[in-house]
């Protein structure tokens, strides 16, 4: 593949960098307070490193080209204060920032991945903020360990800690999921909404790589119908995703799950899928077990994906 790195794109208006990735062309806007002399900008290489971790879901970003509109924050402790997604045309991602970050502290914060995560499936509008935040939560600390950030472990503990912080949360506690995802924002339902969510994608991918054997999973389901189904203008609710993600893999599973969630209490439910990868846990500590099913399942679905080589460099389609 012919390599183009270092050749001049059209900027987007208000763009500062222009990047080109795996057939992603990636507009950086910065903020004020954020411009600093090119030789110690973290921005690039940042995005550059979200971009190769959010292509290890299906191989590639099924988005021709996305803004990403970096702020500084106030002041907050975090590196990444907050992220937003704006479903526009490209789709933009508004992330508040600490000017002063590097790009270490960038590369190992979730929220950029959680971000790009949700431009890997159509937003199901406001009722249903369960099914996007979910699939987002889960895929963020997969991203970072596909990628080779964080170790295969280590995203297993950061999602235990997750799904630990939804069980906790006291807010919306015994209503259904499907009564207090609209009220997620109201109620400050976030945790309990989000990683119930989460749950149902981990529930969904183990079943599918268990009982087809390694031959369907929630990357495969998603490369599929970003194939079919996403560069087109209709709406998805989360119930008719479950029906079209459940036809390009296993429509039996897809709908045992979202009935299983859609109306018990929202609480992320994860022990069936817990026991299937060989994982024990409590507060104190998490035990991975040696078994080679549950290890090669843990690997297939966050170890570290070999890199390729044109993706680096910015190659063209
Ligand atoms: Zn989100």
Sequence with gaps: MLTMAGLAFPKAEGAEIEIRQGGTQLGIELGPGLGRDVDGDPWRDWMRTALRAAATATGRVPRRRIVVDLRAAPSSHRTIAFGQVRRERPPRIILWVDPEADLEALKSDWRGYHELAHLLIPFPGNRDIWFTE???????????????LISEPEAWTRLLAGFRRGIQDPSGRGRTLRNLSPDMWRDDAFRRVYWTGAAFFLRVDVRLRVESDGEHSLDRALARFHECCLDTDRRWRAAELVER???????????????????????????????????????????FSEFPEARQLRQAIAGRRTERPDQESGGLP
């Design 134 to 148: 979910g699939f987002a939560s889960y895929y963020q600390y997969l991203l970072q360990s596909r990628a080779g």
């Design 245 to 287: 993600l459940g036809m390009l893999s296993i429509a039996s599973i897809w709908r045992e799950e979202y009935r299983r969630t859609i109306d018990q209490p929202a609480e992320p439910e994860i022990e069936p899928a817990l026991a299937r990868l060989g994982i024990v846990s409590d507060r104190t500590s998490t035990i």
